[in-house]
């Protein structure tokens, strides 16, 4: 396949070093590390000790690269954790046709691969303060998110994966579908703040054992501050639930929100990647009971 359909074509280390050559060649010398992911947007790799390069893997990603070039810098002066820091802006050629870019390297593991090791309390009230922190930074001039609001574009998808997965025995179709219409119900949020979009479990790095970096902001923008409370289901249980709520300062009507986007997403990650190995549907699992525990614990 041509290299000019990079949303086609395999992208591997050689056209990483091709590029670095062409339009780089200060860091050519480095190595290029292939880094395997969970996520389907880019492709990502280390170079050397201290970067890391990623480049879009279709057309939806071209646009996410930009403004993280743009914000992110002036976003990490103001977060009390290490978000990625673009260093170089690539351009698109014949041998890559997109932008791309390259990043700091924030060292730290997955924390869905590193569960067993950490506070996940600790972990909890250091991201529901980043949370907080992100939704008070000034919005003017800022972005929206790229993250499709599940009440304008996935209400009859969303029911619909409801009653299939409640017909596999996944979900209790009653109880899934009142905390959707708990959603559905309300008045929608006039809030916009700074949200992440993408706070799943694979986005946060761990480092000695606590949450040290979020990544992964290519959703980014202004938003549903409801958006963000994601992580309260998917990462999170009863007992460390409450403290990411109190650390991010929401209001109960932004939680119930919060509670039915976490069941949309569940539903979306297992609809996309059931059966295909990927450690995303271990999260989707865990977000299903989560979000029906949680609101049969709320009635």
């Given at each position: 396949m041509s290299s000019n359909d990079p949303g086609q074509a395999e992208i591997d280390a050689a056209t990483v070093s091709r590029l670095l050559h062409e339009q780089f060649p200060h860091l050519a010398?480095?190595?290029?590390?292939?880094?395997?992911?969970?996520?389907a947007g880019n492709a990502l790799f280390r170079l050397g000790d201290d970067l890391l390069v990623r480049l879009p893997r279709h057309r939806g990603t071209v646009m996410a690269i930009g403004i993280e070039l743009e914000?992110?810098?002036?976003?990490?002066?103001?977060?009390p954790l290490a978000i990625p820091v673009?260093?170089?802006?690539?351009?698109?050629?014949?041998?890559?046709?997109?932008?791309?870019?390259?990043?700091?390297?924030?060292?730290?593991?997955?924390?869905?691969?590193?569960?067993?090791?950490?506070d996940l309390a600790d972990v909890a009230i250091r991201l529901g303060g980043f949370v907080a922190a992100l939704q008070m930074i000034e919005t003017t001039g800022a972005p929206i998110s790229l993250r499709?609001?599940?009440l304008q574009n996935g209400d009859a998808e969303i029911r619909r994966n409801i009653d299939a997965f409640s017909a596999e025995g996944l979900l209790d179709q009653a109880l899934a579908a009142s905390v959707w219409e708990a959603v559905t119900?309300?008045?929608?949020?006039?809030?916009?703040?700074?949200?992440?979009?993408?706070?799943?479990?694979?986005?946060?790095?761990?480092?000695?054992?606590?949450?040290?970096?979020?990544?992964d902001f290519d959703l980014m923008g202004v938003g549903d501050p409801a958006v963000d409370m994601l992580p309260a289901w998917a990462l999170l249980t009863e007992q460390t639930r409450p403290l990411f709520r109190?650390?991010?300062?929401?209001?109960?009507?932004?939680?119930?929100?919060?509670r039915g986007f976490a069941l949309a997403g569940a539903l979306g990650v297992l609809r996309k990647y059931r059966g295909t190995g990927n450690r995303l549907v271990a999260t989707g699992m865990h977000m299903l009971r989560e979000v029906i525990a949680d609101y049969q614990k709320a009635e």
């Open positions: 010398g480095h190595t290029v590390t292939a880094i395997p992911s969970a996520g914000w992110l810098p002036w976003l990490a002066r103001q977060l673009p260093v170089a802006a690539g351009t698109a050629s014949a041998t890559f046709a997109r932008p791309w870019a390259i990043f700091e390297w924030h060292d730290g593991a997955p924390l869905d691969s590193d569960l067993e090791n950490v499709p609001h599940p119900t309300e008045s929608p949020s006039e809030s916009r703040v700074w949200i992440h979009a993408d706070l799943f479990p694979m986005n946060l790095l761990t480092a000695k054992n606590r949450l040290s970096a979020v990544i109190e650390a991010s300062h929401v209001d109960d009507r932004t939680w119930i929100r919060g």
